[in-house]
Nanobody, 122 residues
Framework: QEQLVESGGGLVQAGDSLTLSCVASGFTFSAYAMGWFRQAPGREREFVAALSWGGATIQYSESVKGRFTISRDNARRTVYLQMGSLKPEDTAVYFC???????????????WGQGTQVIVSS
């Protein structure tokens, strides 16, 4: 059974840093691109970052470029999102997602995690 379990969310102040983790199971992790999306209250879910199966190709949304870093450890079946210089507008539930293939970009994830809440206070 495929599973994505996010962790690392919490309440932080503006300017702080936070790292999210997503541990995968139930599929061949190293064969698929992975990504992070987020959904703020009252807003649609939006793309944050993604990287290809081997990590060679990476994409970020303009709103997080230069502040967030996505990475993966295929041996640990884990994808990370390092978030720096956090802003109140980064407040959202962050979701880990598996792509339908190994490359990026991907617009429609094949599988979602349950999400982890990030709140950034001003």
């Amino acid at each position: 059974q495929e599973q994505l379990v996010e962790s690392g969310g919490g309440l932080v102040q503006a300017g702080d840093s936070l790292t999210l983790s997503c541990v995968a199971s139930g599929f061949t992790f190293s064969a698929y691109a992975m990504g992070w999306f987020r959904q703020a209250p009252g807003r649609e879910r939006e793309f944050v970052a993604a990287l290809s199966w081997g990590g060679a190709t990476i994409q970020y949304s303009e709103s997080v470029k230069g502040r967030f870093t996505i990475s993966r450890d295929n041996a640990r079946r884990t994808v990370y999102l390092q978030m720096g210089s956090l802003k109140p507008e980064d407040t959202a539930v962050y979701f880990c997602a598996r792509a339908p293939a190994g490359i990026v970009p991907f617009s429609t994830p094949a599988y979602w995690g349950q999400g982890t809440q990030v709140i950034v206070s001003s």
